[in-house]
């Protein structure tokens, strides 16, 4: 891990910038996350999808489907795309582990 | 990638040739063309040797001693095992005929990328130890010392070959460029060089069954939500059953349609076609995976990730298999699966339940492509379509280079297109069919840090997109392959804006005209169909 990453950050991050310790995720490290990815506020809407996700994450040991997180917490079915711009910045605020480049290339469809 | 080139720069391509030779030339490793160094953790979990971390951008890849050795060896013993090797070391007259046939060199303009160049990096070596001349007059007889700066020229170019197998096409000969890099990358991973993008889903499927490492309830929890996407559509509820004992066929599909879009849409598609017929079929969360990226690293790798497909088959007590959209997926169902796992004496020739065809062509392996299946019902009227429901859609069709070259499945998709679709249009004929251009990330190359190379490789395939974008407003690019429905998203993104991707199935299942359904306003991907009353002004 590189210290321009963990700048300002109370928690360890790897490389790419994803939390290492999952459990050491609470609302206020998300909020810190969210500044860092220049996301900007973490609104009610996107905490929720954050927090779906990581419930999610804990009993399925995986990322979920990301139509299936719209849905379940009652948004517009692009509610990811729209709130975060790119899906891998959720991921990294609602502080699950990196993805494999195979999950990645089903959660982009942007070129990098 | 470093930098995000725009199109126009990416399309500048300098085709002239370096007045230098290309033998001693070491090999120059260029951010976004070539993709991570594996990871011990991946190699370990399938015995792999010498996992180690390392970086292609060090010096020292941290090989064994004796690595020379170990290639040397390892050539000898393949040179004997495969004829098919010795014949493409041997043949070669360097006409030229395929140089200009890769997407890869059309795309880079490297000259290592033209398939005959990209061989010689092997072939030279070949001549230096295994031939009498390369013995004895060295380079003058075309011969090459094996150095590391040659080995890490394998492993660039061979990773930045995706197996497609055009230029075979094209060579006189009929050398099968694909199996030398597939030796090539057989051999740089008995020293553990191979890249991420392949050891990690390899590992994960033979740890959990599939390339994307879902396990079994988050198998089950993902077609629930397919189901009940389904059901908000149609309002039909499926019930598909998975590892059910006694069903009459095992479906199997490639992992990501069960988890990425536009992907799940197509396994949305599977689940609603097999409802609509009765089929009695299962899915199985231990064999998850059609897909096989064994197949880039070793045979052998390939046929221990093949054989749990047969043998859920016979744990299941199965009679015979259909398998999903895949691409690579076929090429070793097809061709390989039967010498590696085979005789399946235990299952039964297909014959469709529904139609009564006697699938012939799959009387070995016993398992057929669901492009031969749907064609089948359709051809016999078993289908109640509306095709008026994809006239929101301008349709042309993308042959995955596997299941084109490399088992001839060409007419089966178009004829079920055209007969889910009213608006379909072929691209240019020299970039369909045999001749089908690759999507640039096959082979296990779809990763994000290769993004340059992939989009100088989708190049030529876009470039045919675009043709048919700017002639019939095509809108929407079809297939028959996962690694299609992962990779052309942000090729088309890049390179031909306003064109989508779609797998053959999400079309047929637009279309699909269900017992007992509601009226359909929405399309699988839940967007409002257009007005039909506008269209019947029209």
Redesign the interface.
């Known amino acids: 891990m590189s210290d321009d990453v963990n700048k300002g950050m109370p928690v360890d991050l790897d490389e790419e910038g994803y939390l290492i310790d999952y459990h050491q995720w609470d609302e206020a490290i998300a909020h810190a996350l969210a500044e860092k990815e220049g996301v900007g506020e973490l609104t009610p809407d996107r905490m929720e999808i954050i927090k779906f996700m990581r419930t999610y994450y804990e009993k399925y040991n995986y990322y979920p489907i990301l139509r299936h997180v719209c849905k379940n917490v009652h948004q517009e079915k692009e509610c990811i795309n729209e709130e975060f711009i790119d899906p891998l910045k959720a991921v990294k605020i609602a502080g699950l582990p990196q993805p494999t480049g195979e999950v990645v290339a089903y959660l982009k469809d942007e070129v990098a | ?1 470093a930098k ?1 080139p725009t199109p126009e720069e990416l399309s500048k391509i300098n085709y002239s040739l370096p007045y230098t030779g290309w033998m001693y030339n070491p090999v120059e490793f260029k951010d976004g063309m070539f993709c ?1 160094a594996s990871k011990p953790e991946s190699l370990n979990t399938v015995d792999f040797p010498n996992a180690r971390k390392w970086s292609v951008k060090d010096e020292d890849w941290n090989l064994p001693e004796n690595w020379k050795e170990i290639v040397l060896e390892a050539m000898k013993e393949r040179l004997e095992k495969y004829r098919s090797f010795r014949l493409f070391m041997d043949i070669c007259v360097r006409c030229g005929a395929c140089a200009d046939k890769c997407h890869f060199f059309l795309g880079t303009g490297d000259p290592k990328n033209m398939p005959v160049l990209r061989a010689e990096l092997i072939r030279s070596v070949y001549r230096r130890y295994f031939t009498k001349s390369g013995q004895m007059l060295g380079n003058l007889a075309g011969g090459r010392e094996l150095t590391l700066d040659v080995l890490k020229e394998w492993w660039y170019y061979f990773y930045q070959c995706s197996e497609c197998r055009r230029c075979s096409v094209f060579c006189p000969y009929g050398i099968d460029q694909a199996e030398i890099t597939m030796i090539g990358r057989e051999i740089l991973n008995l020293l553990g060089l191979n890249i ?2 392949i050891a ?2 390899v590992a ?1 499927c033979f740890m959990k069954g599939n ?5 079994p ?2 198998i089950k ?2 077609f629930e ?1 397919m189901i ?2 389904i059901e908000e559509i149609t309002g039909v509820k499926v019930d598909p059953s998975f590892n059910r004992k006694g069903a009459e066929v095992l479906f199997v599909a490639p992992s ?1 349609d069960m ?3 536009p ?2 849409y197509t396994c949305m598609g599977y689940m609603m076609l097999f409802h609509e017929i009765g089929l009695d079929y299962t899915w199985s969360t231990y064999a998850s995976e059609g897909g096989n990226f064994g197949f880039f690293t070793s045979n052998e790798m390939a046929k221990r990730l093949n054989s749990k497909i047969y043998a859920e088959a016979q744990r299941l007590g199965v009679k015979w298999i259909i398998g999903g959209e895949c691409g690579h997926m076929w090429r070793v169902m097809h061709q390989y699966m039967d010498t590696w796992n085979g005789p399946a004496d235990f299952l039964e020739v297909p014959v469709s339940p529904i139609t009564g065809t006697k699938f012939e062509n799959a009387g070995s392996t016993k398992m057929i492509h669901i492009a031969e299946f749907t064609a089948d019902l359709i051809k016999h009227g078993k289908l109640n379509l509306d095709p008026s429901r994809n006239d929101h859609l301008k349709v042309t069709f993308h042959d995955s280079c596997n299941t084109s070259r490399g088992m001839g499945i060409l007419d089966e998709p178009r004829y079920v297109i055209k007969n889910v679709c009213n608006n379909f249009h072929e691209m240019p004929e020299d970039t369909i069919r045999e001749k089908t251009f690759c999507c640039g990330s096959g082979s296990g190359l ?3 840090e290769n ?1 340059e190379l992939r ?1 100088r490789g989708g190049f030529p395939r876009a470039n045919a997109v675009k043709h048919v974008q700017q002639h019939h407003g095509v809108n929407m690019l079809a297939n028959i392959c996962a690694i299609d429905r ?2 052309l ?2 090729l088309m ?2 390179w031909v804006p306003g064109v989508d991707v779609a797998g053959m199935h999400e079309l047929v299942a637009n279309a699909l005209v269900m017992k007992g359904e509601k009226e359909r306003t929405q399309d699988m991907r ?1 967007e409002d169909l257009p007005e039909k009353e506008g269209a019947e002004d029209v």
């Open positions: 990638m995000k991570n991420e993008w990690g889903p994960n390339h994307l490492g879902l396990e309830h988050t929890s993902n939500f009940d996407d990501g988890f990425g879009d992907g799940t779809n990763a994000s993004m989009l992962a990779a998203p942000p993104n890049y839940l």
